[in-house]
């Protein structure tokens, strides 16, 4: 089974133009997650979709990002207009619909390789 | 945010065992303890679970405390590709990773 991927692996920008990350899940996860890791910060969540429905989106840092998952599959992270403090490294992850396990209900998430941006 | 406190770094020599401690004493009822690690240039792993009781799986052992505000990830034989950062977390589906512990094993 295919993991989660991840395109492009890196990415090298100018500050003000426009990056597109995106993201393909696990064949028929419908959770799909985006996380990202700026310069000597911790890994942060961004935001959740259930299908193609934003879930929670509390972690998105501004206006600049808009994330998309048209059809419930693949997912996009584009960045407009690109600041410094974007660079980073950007993870997805995505997880089944929780499942009962005889008394509990769980969802583990299967990260991707992240993409690497750096804008200069 | 869902905090967890975990010691910053950890070694172990190689083939012995690894106990990586975790505080997080803000953990509500229905939350989960996730251990996650990641190897240098690759996305987080998940290791292991657990809600109330002790859990046990072929990459490690999860210890929760009787009142849930800890838990100890159990690493059996530590090998060097076990080298990662080790996060716990507990949250629902908004993961919170902290810092982690930086684990190096020494051959």
Known sequence: EAGVTQFPSHSVIEKGQTVTLRCDPISGHDNLYWYRRVMGKEIKFLLHFVKESKQDESGMPNNRFLAERTGGTYSTLKVQPAELEDSGVYFCASSPRPRWNGGETYNEQFFGPGTRLTVL | DA????????????????????????ISGTDYIHWYRQLPSQGPEYVIHGLTSNVNNRMASLAIAEDRKSSTLILHRATLRDAAVYYCIHTGNQFYFGTGTSLTVIP
């Open chain 2, 3 to 26: 905090k967890t406190t975990q010691p910053n770094s950890m070694e172990s020599n190689e083939e012995e065992p690894v106990h990586l401690p975790c505080n997080h004493s803000t």
